[in-house]
């Protein structure tokens, strides 16, 4: 049972790469999140995705993209990489959103544009 | 709009000493409050679940409490040990129309000397 992992752990890209942030988690849970963490700014929620199917916009989603592939897999894109997205990405799962559940981090993506 | 502060920002203390980590928000229409550990590049952990309807929760040596009238949490650790070294977030879960979001403070960054 690895809970949730994400790939890769680094990441290095030019302004202007685009790259996709890969997010599975084998709990059966029905919600999964995106964050991002930055120092001074705490957490900041870039989507989410309440179930399977649907998706929705959190408090920072300009210059990204989301699937939710299945239950078990959630990704993120960045279509045109630019400096202010260089930031520690997590993603979340908890077993539902509406209700008050708990949500399970991954390890993050360390992620760098230059 | 929800917001989370977290005082202190950094906590030094001498192992076996018993200590306690603050948390307000400033909207008390929430769901529940999480704390989280999180190590030097790491993920978070969860450590505490306190649903908006409960008081306090424990987990071995932590005990966290919850007063929703007054927007406050504490995190109360006892008999600190080296290992405690982390940096410890706490984050509500808001009532919203769609889905519900954690919202987090910045942390308290603390420091077990032995």
């Known amino acids: 049972n690895a809970g949730v992992t994400q790939t890769p752990k680094f990441q290095v890209l030019k302004t202007g790469q685009s790259m996709t942030l890969q997010c599975a988690q084998d709990m059966n849970h029905n919600s999964m999140y995106w964050y991002r963490q930055d120092p001074g700014m705490g957490l900041r929620l870039i989507y989410y995705?309440?179930?399977?199917?649907?998706?929705d916009k959190g408090e920072v989603p300009n210059g990204y993209n989301v699937s939710r592939l299945n239950k078990r897999e959630f990704s993120l894109r960045l279509e045109s990489a630019a400096p202010s997205q260089t930031s520690v990405y997590f993603c979340?799962?908890?077993?539902?959103?509406?209700?008050?559940?708990?949500?399970?981090f991954g390890p993050g993506t360390r992620l760098t544009v230059t | 709009k929800q917001e989370v502060t977290q005082i202190p920002a950094a906590l030094s203390v001498p192992e076996g000493e018993n200590l306690v980590l603050n948390c307000s928000f400033t909207d008390s229409a929430i769901y529940n409050l999480q704390w989280f550990r999180q190590d030097p590049g790491k993920g978070l952990t969860s450590l505490l679940l306190?649903?908006?309807?409960?008081r306090e929760q424990t987990s071995g040596r932590l005990n966290a409490s919850l007063d929703k009238s007054s927007g406050r949490s504490t995190l109360y650790i006892a008999a600190s040990q080296p290992g405690d070294s982390a940096t410890y977030l706490c984050a509500v879960r808001r009532r919203e129309t769609s889905g519900s979001r954690l919202t987090f403070g910045e942390g308290t960054q603390l420091t077990v000397n032995p």
């Open positions: 979340a799962s908890s077993q539902g959103a509406v209700n008050s559940y708990e949500q399970y």
């Open positions: 995705s309440a179930s399977e199917g649907t998706t």
């Open positions: 306190i649903q908006s309807s409960q």
